[in-house]
């Protein structure tokens, strides 16, 4: 189907990209840019940031690091293939009484859950942050997760706020 289709070339000489390599280049970057070029020679592929440094090769090896596996085999494990597009055709094709339909690929039945989830990986990142630069205003956090943030987590936590009717097309 893109049998022959050109994509534009990016902008190499862009006032930004000029920017951002004009301080890729200084010293302070100078260790970086070494153990980049040298594990991108080395397995022959652009280098993962966390991979760098001797760090873990793939995103569940990082996960077991920082103490999340759990995350990591729930979010990742469940919802890579939809992410990653492997899943486009996996309970597209229903049928009742024999009657096939195609249903939309991007339904929202998890929309509820992924807001869940979202808000939970927010709060820990706001946590983390805080603890590590600001230790003195976690108290200040939490008051503001109470007061703002955990009706809506238990609401979001709860009951299923939506159903949506599956549509059965006939003709």
Known sequence: ILNGLRLPELAGESPRVLELERLLAQP?????????????????????????????????????????????????????????????????????DGIPYITQLRAIDNAQHVTLHTLWLQLQHFQSFVGTLLPERLPELDLWFLKELQPLYHLLSGELMYSIDEVYHTH
């Open 28 to 96: 302070l970057f100078e260790e970086v840019n070494r153990e980049f070029a040298d594990l991108k020679r080395r397995t022959n592929r652009t280098p993962i940031w966390y991979s760098m440094f001797d760090g873990p090769r793939n995103l569940e090896s990082l996960a077991a690091h920082v103490e999340l596996p759990g995350l990591y085999e729930y979010l990742y494990r469940r919802w890579s293939g939809a992410v990653h597009g492997l899943e486009v055709f996996d309970g597209k094709l229903k049928g009742r």
